[in-house]
């Protein structure tokens, strides 16, 4: 899955673009094999704050669907891993409602 990273008060750097496509990218792209390759991308937003850690976002548009997951937590590879669930729960379920309507 392609990933399109975007930072906010963050520099991101390869160092967390790498991060961000192993615990993001390549876990959810085992779920979204039999889409397109074209529509196995991502846009993700990491937001540092000041106080309260990292926040990220994550958005994929599917047919019929699009998947959001929000988190935030205090270090970075923890928020990566919480987005990452959400979408994975939520491609899930789009999969499962998908195959009833086929079936």
Do not use: C
């Not at 906010?8 to 993001?24: G, M, T």
């Not at 926040?55 to 994929?60: D, G, Q, Y």
């Not at 270090?75 to 379920?93: F, M, P, S």
């Amino acid at each position: 899955m392609k990933l399109i990273i975007n930072g906010d008060n963050l520099d991101i750097n390869s160092k967390i673009k790498d991060l961000a496509q192993e615990h993001v990218g390549q876990k959810i792209d085992k779920h979204l094999k039999n889409f397109d390759q074209g529509l196995r991308v991502g846009w993700l937003k990491i937001k540092k704050g000041v106080r309260w850690g990292f926040e990220a976002s994550l958005k994929i548009s599917l047919p019929k669907k699009e998947i959001f997951a929000k988190s935030k937590e205090k270090e970075l590879l923890k928020t990566l891993i919480a987005v990452r669930n959400q979408a994975i729960k939520q491609i899930k379920e789009y999969k499962g409602k998908v195959n009833l309507k086929r079936g």
